[in-house]
């Protein structure tokens, strides 16, 4: 519970859970229990779907369907006879539901209630180069949301990232992400782990962010990214020094900046140069949180 003036209010995120999560430490279980929902809430879904449709066609994009995974439940467990670990779980949604209710309609969370919300659970990650860099993408103008903005890489679960067991791996999911987005490998990456769980506080997503080191330096990603199979879901990249002092700077002259990057780079701080560094970048984080799309 946050504490009255706690400077963490001002920020555009919501902790969930944060650590250092190795792959043998993050689990994910898929269940299949159908979103909950109303009729009242099931007519917006379809009515917001048909609208943007009919924007869709009107000015030729692309548009369509597709199933996801939606955040259930979560839990961080801990002993002393081993390291923490994070239990993820989730189940079926998809792309019309997200746009229904996250997307475009989530002024009405209060009214349907977060749990009824499509939810689909992002996966993106923090890189920092060989040259002790830390690379973010920024969005190219066609994309659904966050237009423009400074955001981390990756994308969100897909059906496929569901394994015969029931089971859902995440660093695959973040890795086929990375891959299309920026022509990496897995053996281009270092030191990968899940660093936490968030939600945006503007649509309500949750999000799954990761870091790892890149054994390249931050010109060859650029390289990298050029040659992506999908690069064009960036307008480019930029960059700003993996210290203390860079990161609420680079927040305030960055531009638009999605609060999942945000997240990010607070997340990073955190687990780089500790809780002082957070409560103190936390009272700093006076920068106008009103410069996005909505």
Known sequence: MHRMNDPSDSLPFIVDAVGRFAPSQVHVANVQTDRPSTPALDELIAAEWDRRLSEAKRTNGLLFNGPMLRYVAHEVRSSAAEPDRLHLTVGPTCYRDFVGTNLFNHHRMAEFGWHTFANPIGTTATLITSDNIICYGVRSASVAYHASHVHTFGGSFEQRDCRPDGRVDPFASLMRELTEELNLQARDLHNLHCVGLIRDKEIHQPEMLFEANVGLSSQELLARWESAEA???????????????????????????????????????KLTWGDDWYAQASRNADFDLRRKDT
């Open 231 to 269: 690069k064009d879901e960036h307008a480019g990249l930029v960059t700003l020094k993996n210290a203390p002092e860079a990161i609420i700077p680079f927040i305030k002259r960055c531009g638009l900046i999605a609060p999942v990057a945000i997240g990010a780079l607070f997340l990073h701080g």
